[in-house]
C-alpha cells in the first residue's frame, strides 16, 4: 500500500507542475486590459474604471482556462498537502 501511495503523490506532484506551467504560459498570452501603471501617473487616456469590456472569441478562451486552471491548481495543492 505504501508504493502505491507514493506513485500516486507522484502523479499529483507532476500534474501539479504541468498545471502551473499551463497557468504560466496562458496568463502570458492574455492581453493587457489597461493601459498601465504609467498611464495613471502621466494621466494619459480616459478613465476606465467602470468601462464594460467584452472578451470574445480566443480570449475568453484564454480567459475562461486561466481561471479553470487556477482553480485546479488550489485544488490540487490542497490534496498534496493533505496526502
Keep these: 500500500m ?6 500516486f503523490t507522484q502523479l499529483l506532484d ?3 507542475m504541468a498545471v502551473a506551467v499551463s497557468m504560466i ?4 498570452l492574455q492581453s493587457g ?3 498601465g501603471i504609467s498611464s495613471a ?3 494619459s ?3 476606465n474604471l ?3 469590456v467584452k472578451e470574445r472569441g480566443a ?3 484564454i480567459s475562461r482556462a486561466t481561471l479553470v486552471l487556477g482553480i485546479l491548481f488550489f485544488v490540487l495543492v490542497i490534496v498534496v498537502q493533505i496526502i
Design 59 to 61: 480570449e475568453k478562451f
Design 14 to 16: 507532476v500534474l501539479l
Design 33 to 35: 486590459k489597461s493601459d
Design 50 to 52: 467602470f468601462a464594460n
Design 41 to 43: 501617473f502621466s494621466g
Design 2 to 7: 505504501s508504493t502505491l501511495l507514493k506513485i
Design 25 to 28: 504560459l496562458l496568463s502570458l
Design 45 to 47: 487616456g480616459g478613465l
